[in-house]
C-alpha cells in the first residue's frame, strides 16, 4: 500500500513562494491521482488541485490558478505544489492525498491515503 509523506511547509511573507513535496513509498503512484488539499484553522478541508496519472490532467480551484503548480516526477515517486505570490489566506495544514485511477475530485471522501500535512504559514 502508498504511504505519503509531505515537507516543505514553513513560515513565508506574503508575495513568497515555497515548494512542497509529497513522497511515496510502498509501492508507485502510478495511474492513481494525487491531490493537494488544505485546512486553515477552524474551517474544513479544501482541494486546491487534483492530478491524474492516467493523462496528465491537471485541475486547480480558481483561487490559486496562475499563482500555484503541480508536477509529478514518476522516477522519484514524488509530487510536488509549487506556491508562488501567496498570500495570508493561504495559511493551513497542506495534505496531498492519492485516489484510484480515474478519478479527479476536490471532495476529501474520494481520497482513501492521506499523508500527515505540512504547516504553511504566510505571515508579515
Known amino acids: 500500500q502508498v504511504q505519503l509523506v509531505e515537507s516543505g511547509g514553513g513560515l513565508v511573507q506574503p508575495g513568497g513562494s515555497l515548494r512542497l513535496t509529497c513522497v511515496a513509498s510502498?509501492?508507485?503512484?502510478?495511474?492513481?491521482?494525487v491531490a493537494w488539499f488544505r485546512q486553515a484553522p477552524g474551517s474544513e478541508r479544501e482541494g486546491i488541485s487534483s492530478?491524474?496519472?492516467?493523462?496528465?490532467?491537471?485541475i486547480y480551484i480558481p483561487s490559486v490558478r496562475g499563482r500555484f503548480t503541480v508536477s509529478r516526477d514518476d522516477a522519484k515517486n514524488e509530487v510536488y505544489l509549487q506556491m508562488d505570490n501567496l498570500r495570508p489566506e493561504d495559511t493551513g495544514i497542506y495534505y496531498c492525498?492519492?485516489?484510484?485511477?480515474?478519478?479527479?475530485?476536490?471532495?476529501?471522501?474520494?481520497?482513501?491515503?492521506w499523508g500527515q500535512g505540512t504547516q504553511v504559514t504566510v505571515s508579515t
Open positions: 510502498g509501492d508507485k503512484l502510478g495511474q492513481r491521482t
Open positions: 492530478l491524474s496519472g492516467v493523462d496528465g490532467s491537471l
Open positions: 492525498a492519492t485516489a484510484i485511477p480515474h478519478l479527479m475530485s476536490f471532495r476529501p471522501s474520494s481520497y482513501n491515503i
